[in-house]
């Protein structure tokens, strides 16, 4: 540890005094909070600053304005050095069990916005901040029970915030009951008032900012105005206060003798860079004035390098604000633009500078130097006792400049209208900037950005616009720096715009915007370049009823439209774009039959979720001689390990040792996962076989320590001799290498194939489709702790879907009985099948650790760690064949499926069996299927919510699209054809099929038509299409059809002397509202002893965490079905206790009348009745499968220049049985769905050649956000009534409704599919359709280049040879 110089750092948390003398400066915050205090409601996600999971607020205090300034931070990047005289607040400093919750974590429990809970407390910060913000707006004073926020902000305040749970719209409505201006019918469905009731503000947990929380201190203030507070600037920390201060440090003898210097103004390059080396003085950029001014004058504004970009984007809006002319759209443009970099809680603390540096110095993609290269900007430099000052240009392109040269500050010119030289000439000075990135409103690197600044004039004598000069700049393309497009500018220069001008202007670019050969989508980003340079001119072309509408913004800001331009306009719906989640509706309907069954009852501990307490496995404090694991994986996809080795000058303090397979105990085997069909070893023993594969677990003192040794592990890999790795599906098909699948789960045929092709009018044969994997992205990564106990045994705390599992696999491992080990979860971050097989390598190689070193070992995985050694979802190869009548009617269809399991069983052998159920979902007449489980040299791929199901669904849909598409048919109408009658459904499954009244389907398609008004919106988008060139918009109506199964469960359930009740289960609380339900049912059944309602026994119960030891044969929770069997198992214990209790009852009711629970249960006590009773609830064989029914209709719009979706509205109904808990299950209705999206439009889960992961974080691998879900989202939760033979009538909703999501992927074809229409024309063919293949994940990329990556340059062809028709006739 590295004093700070004598000085002290002083802030404060949650108001309490900190006080510390020696800090490492490379400490963050977010490390100082979870392990030095007790406040852990921030979470580690993802390190990087791209997940919101440990945002905190930071108020900082002006004494000579006596002002406290407050905002976000992420404190994953936040360094503690930084926050000398500092107050930080984290969301149980707002409120707690304690002392009472705050109305935001009371909100967000009633509004059902927390599932899993490990997004809450960051959430609630980001809210809390807006909230404390707008207070300080001059805007009107709200109605009581209102913050002075906007419905708008309210939604934006989350948008840098990631959940993986909840699809967001319930988050959305508990920060928008906060606005001012929002209209209570639109909340979402809550605790706080039924549907039928008035909407009152008062039935809110009651918000005033008047007693608010103190997010500043007294005691700091008075230290702070008493200058007890230094800034502590000897030794490692330095926060000089003038430039000629920083330049003497840096000139220092010490920076001489190659001591690393760290210059340092938000530290969040970190979340970038991930820099590991260690620095000997970091130097504090903020406290230099110089650096931190924002000044203007009548040529421009300049802007200190530290000043953060939030602060500049306010500065710009500022010197914005009533000046009348045209520099104002350059301003305020720049400002919105830089309004999406990044998050909020990011931009509060990055500097302007910052960005830049990392642009010049490291090639980062950066937004802010393309829009202020196209402004003209200038940058001033210190090299040295040098200052220059530079074009920003000139900054960009000199060679990187060295690690102590220092960016004053940026100086971005104003931009005056030419006024006109005559009154024949009507001049305009024009400015626009483009991002295209996967997500609207920014927390994504765009694939290209651009900005544009050009002057125009209009001459009387002219019929045009001419470019009197034009500045064009391009960046993050794949490409060292921004550039400016000069060759383009010389051409346009003093030309006046014309079709063939930006033709040929067009076709220059594409030679100059070309991006480095190691860049992603090459074509597709030059194709960006060129379609925004086209959406910037093509108004200004004068070519009118030709160039018609579209456009990526719409209108030309600041420029006044003529009528003549304004018509090339598309004035559809600009008020919705860059929204967000426009209106939501829930329709559900509570049955109280079994009541409190049925009630749309808040989540189990939401509160503590939303307040940070609930604890997870990471957040249980460490003993004092606590170790922490790293794996060392391979790299390699198949290879000798000869041996690893730590690069001894990077190894940090603190290492301990590294585990590798040679530390198995004697009696103990190489095994660290198991399932039904085998085992996978813990470590690579002398080969490792995929890439990811764990090779050593390095053991430190901090979790920081082990990461950084396992970093610097060098492992040294042979290939000698060795075949060459199976690393494709067709490869391991020309190896044979296969897991076998067990006959009875291996597909039977249905039908008679042959004969249905003879049958069919129409046949396509060996159609392809390729689908690629997903990742978890569970927000809490796999985590473990371990503590050697008496007597040779061992305590695991888990974040697993199957602490069994875990405890027979640790056993092996160790050679030990199982009942030496005992496995604990209490809850989990989001599993989504993520923490089921593969959170079992993880707890068992730290207790394999601690049996070693015989003291506790944890892990908390890092992000990238997790997601290369994940495994994830299922990818495949299918290859079909289909005969089909004219009429839409299929009679066969085969497919052949490869599906790539990776090397080791896990439950790949079932996914055949799974894929079966969604696929059947149509008549396809006869079914036969030939499924291969491919064995490869990839990591394991696991069950992943719907494992198959998934996959199967949009195998049906794609098969479906192809035959319509084949046919010319619409293909909503070869759905409905090729839908089941209870006769082909009982077929087609069996046993599963149920009654015929239970076969929803039908009923609920078309419910769904008449409820979304699907005949009418398919008119209209009709229309739109007609009329829109660059956008196009699609929609589809998809059912689903998903089996499940329900697997024995146990549970126990025991009556305390106060009446309290305890209860266990085998399931495990993953955020899916299992404990929830059990609650529910739990009440309801021990109530049947009372018969009585007023008992409400609901707040009585508790549902403890799973402990192997005390509850045996726990199981898998997966399948969605867990909750229900729960349940079932539950309210077997509690019909035990009934009976016993009923006797007692009667006997006291004769006595005394009316009887008390809590007298019942005393009396009980008194009497020696046992009270605790367990049970295992074994389903009826008959009745354990069964089907879930459900459809959706999405609705979405593609833009054909970026190849943007925007999925504008989605309407499911999902039968939902008799619901458990509403709430929870449409919880899991939209947060599946929303998952689903990401599946089928965003996330892509890449490796390189070896196989290793390449998407390993949130800058690659992007998960939906608020700004990607449906902008209409409606959910009728069906009650399809009482179904005998399921628990209390209910079904099952975790994992079916994601498969709905292929609806929008759908939408997204039919969308194309009106492109490529148009594209066939410009190309002069008279072809009405193209047959294509959507890929899955539909991203931008992907989309554009089914649009045509060249649809511009066709366009404006087939206008030139139009225009020259006309010429010529
Ligand atoms: C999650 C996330 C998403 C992001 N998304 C985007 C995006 O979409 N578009 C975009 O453009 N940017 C994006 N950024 C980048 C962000 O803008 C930069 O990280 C930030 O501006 C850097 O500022 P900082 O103050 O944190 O710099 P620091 O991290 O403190 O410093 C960064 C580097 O610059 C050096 N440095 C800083 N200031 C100076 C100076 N005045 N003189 C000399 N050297 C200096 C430091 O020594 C260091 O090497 C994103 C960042 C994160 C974390
Ligand atoms: S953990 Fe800090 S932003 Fe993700
Ligand atoms: S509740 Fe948001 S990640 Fe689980």
Redesign the pocket.
Known sequence: MEGIGGKKLVFAINGERFELSTVEPCTTLLEFLRTQTRFRSAKLSCG???CGACVVLLSKYDPVLDQVEDFTI?SC?TLLCSLNGCSITTSEGLGNSKDGFHPIHQRFSGFHASQCGFCTPGMCMSLFSALCNSEKTPRPEPSPGFAKLTVSEAEKAIAGNLCRCTGYRPIADACKSFAADVDLEDLGLNCFWRKEENKDVSKLPFYSHRDGICTFPEFLKREIKNKTLLNSKEYSWYSPVSVEELQSLLGSEEADNGTRV???????????YKELEHYNKYID?RHIPE?SIIRRDSTGIDIG??VS?SNAIQALKKANKGIPGYEEAVFKKIADHMD????EY?RN???????L??AQ?NQ??????TVLLAAGAFVDIQIGTKRLELTLEEFLESPPFD?I????SVRIPFWEQIRNVSSKTQSRLLFETYRA?PRPL?????YLNAAFLAQVSNYEDYDGVILESIQLAFGAYGTKHAIRARRVEEFLTGKLLSVDLLFDAIKLLRGIIVPDDHASHPAYRSSLAVGFLFDFLRPLVDSVGEIPNGGINGAINGFPIDAKVESNFDKLDNTMRPGLLSSAKQVVEVVRDYHPVGEPTTKAGAEIQASGEAVYVDDIPSTKDCLYGAFVYSTRPLARVKGITLKSSLIPDGVVGVITVKEIPKGGENVGARSMFGTEPLFADNFTQYAGQPIGFVVADTQKHANMAANCAVVEYGTENLEPPVLTVEEAVEKSSFFDIPPFLNPKPIGNFSKGMAEADHKILSAEIKLGSQYYFYMETQTALAVPDEDNCMVVYSSSQCPENAQIVIAKGLGIPHHNVRVITRRVGGGFGGKAIRSLPVATACALAAHKLRRPVRIYLDRKTDMIMAGGRHPMKVNYSVGFKSNGIITALHLDVLINAGISEDVSPVIPYNMMGPLKKYNWGALSVNMKVCKTNHSSKSAMRAPGEVQASYIAEAVIEHVASTLSMEVDSVRVKNLHTFESLKVFYEGGSGEAVEYTLPSVMDRLVSSCNFHQRFEVIRQFNCCNKWKKRGISRVPIVHEVMVRPTPGKVSLLNDGSVVVEVGGIELGQGLWTKVKQMAAFALSQVLLDRSSNLLERVRVIQADTLSLVQGGFTAGSTTSESSCEAVRLCCKALVERLIPLKERLQENMGTVSWDMLILQAHLQSVNLSASAFYVPDLTSAQYLNYGAAVSEVEIDLLTGATMILRTDIIYDCGQSLNPAVDLGQIEGAFVQGIGFFMLEEYLTNSDGLVVSDG??TYKIPTIDTIPKQFNVEIWNSGHHQRRVLSSKASGEPPLLLAVSVHCATRAAIKEARKELLAWNGSNASHSTFQLEVPATMPVVKKLCGLDNVERYLQSLLSNQQKLSLS
């Open positions: 990087e600053g791209g992420s990047l760290k210059l340092i103004v938000g530290n969040t390059g970190m979340g970038y950029l650096l390098a530290a970009i999406k970099i990044a998050s990011i603390t990055a500097s302007l500078g910052g960005n540096v990392m110095r980062f993609p950066s937004d802010i130097a690690s040269t220092i960016l004053l990135a920014g927390n994504a690197l765009p949130t800058w």
